[in-house]
């Protein structure tokens, strides 16, 4: 199955047209040249398919943040949903006052025990609602991840074929002279601005399952 690509101008051009592009630039005007420090291929046509490849990575990477903008702000409200009926669940007993009739002190902690109840209930949905919305979060970085990769690799693909013409060559030209496209550096800024977020989500998300293993095991042993 082929793997998704970002849309970029020339991905469909034929490799023969590509190889003559590189043999016309590097043999007929001369303006393809192998960079003497980095050992690269160089040239106009690299170079635009190059910053094409990062304005593009920087979109996709908008469109990511677009993509998981609402569910952030859900799993923000549920976070803090989480931690209040955290605090009210760890609170296993009830206050009664003494001078209370024996009813009154059984009608209270059977009204205890059936909000306990409901807030167990309340707490299990929110945090099937945080696993899943875990999963979209890292899914979708995961596709866009998978979409710069592929795309990258796409246009590096062109760029044999193009080094092949430029150095009239029939065989392959060496990796070490076809220029990198580094992908993760569009995501840099993706992690730095929800680092604090994703520390967060992944500190309660422990703290959760503690907590569940905690209540597996029994209230009055933790």
């Not at 690799?153 to 029939?170: D, E, T, V, W």
Request: hydrophobic residues 30%.
């Amino acid at each position: 199955m082929r793997e998704k690509t970002l849309k970029i101008k020339g991905m469909c051009v034929p490799g023969l047209f590509i190889w003559l592009h590189g043999f016309f630039q590097g043999r007929i005007t001369k303006t393809a040249t192998v960079d003497e420090e980095t050992g690269w291929i160089s040239s106009s046509y690299i170079t635009s398919k190059r910053k094409l490849f990062n304005e593009l990575s920087a979109k996709r990477v908008k469109k990511l943040e677009q993509e998981l903008k609402a569910v952030r702000v859900e799993s923000f409200n549920l976070l803090l949903k989480e931690s209040e009926l955290r605090k009210k669940l760890k609170k296993n007993f009830v206050e009664i006052d003494s001078e209370c009739s024996d009813i009154d002190k059984k009608r209270t902690i059977r009204s205890f025990q059936e909000q306990r109840v409901e807030d167990k209930k309340a707490y299990q949905e929110v945090i099937k609602r945080l696993g899943e919305i875990h999963s979209k979060i890292k899914s979708s970085e995961l596709n866009a991840r998978e979409e710069l990769k592929a795309t990258a690799s796409a246009i590096q693909s062109m760029f044999s074929i193009y080094g092949q013409g430029m150095l009239y060559r029939l065989g392959p030209v060496q990796d070490k002279m076809i220029p990198p496209l580094d992908y993760d550096r569009s995501f840099e800024l993706y992690i730095d601005t929800h680092k604090a977020e994703t520390e967060q989500f992944c500190y309660l998300l422990k703290g959760v399952y503690d907590y569940e293993k905690c209540e597996d095991k029994s209230e009055n042993d933790c």
